[in-house]
């Protein structure tokens, strides 16, 4: 079972590896999730697991109904990164950190207005900051989603922030 999606495994250690890389991460806070080739299945990285010790076989899959499948302890985050991947079928793969820029724009609980052309890479006029809930609580989750509305990135009050892999498929 831990060897189905090697390669993803592989990509989603490397990016969290290239997070902490680029002081994007403190300690083992941030995590990650990619979308497998099951549309309702993903990966995502472990709890509390310092970097130095994980593996690919590390990365716990489960289902969007938030179950395990096999084994594995999944970030204590994992609530938000199965909801968008459930409501958001464009997504491939999320990243959440508590980058120190981010946060502390996200501790004034203000979203980010069109003061620079880069606000549009996030697919809209502004970034919004989703209302502060404790993290790791359904209460987060909806409060993330509704600020990810036609976004590709959002803001949580006092946490952090959230950024989204957006497959663009043709129209119809
Ligand atoms: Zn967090």
């Excluded at 968008?84 to 996200?106: K, M, N, Q, W």
Aim: charged letters at 20%; hydrophobic letters at 45%; a negative charge.
């Amino acid at each position: 079972m831990l060897s189905h999606y090697s390669e993803l495994r592989e990509a989603l250690l490397f990016t969290y590896a290239e997070m902490i890389r680029r002081g994007l991460n403190q300690g083992t806070a941030g995590n990650v999730s990619v979308r497998c080739p099951q549309i309702d299945r993903f990966l995502v990285t472990p709890s509390g697991m310092p970097l130095d010790v994980m593996t690919p076989d590390a990365m716990v899959l489960m289902d969007t109904q938030g179950e395990v499948i096999g084994e594995g302890k999944p970030s204590s985050e994992w609530r938000f990164h199965r909801d968008i991947l459930a409501a958001r079928p464009d997504v491939g793969a999320v990243v959440h950190t508590h980058s120190v820029a981010a946060t502390a724009l996200a501790c004034l609980r203000q979203g980010i207005p069109a003061f620079h052309y880069m606000v549009a890479v996030a697919g809209g006029a502004d970034i919004r900051c989703a209302p502060y809930a404790l993290f790791g609580t359904q209460e987060l989750s909806n409060a993330a989603l509704e600020a990810l509305e036609n976004r590709k990135a959002c803001l949580m009050a006092n946490h952090g922030l959230i950024a989204l892999e957006v497959t663009t498929r043709p129209g119809p």
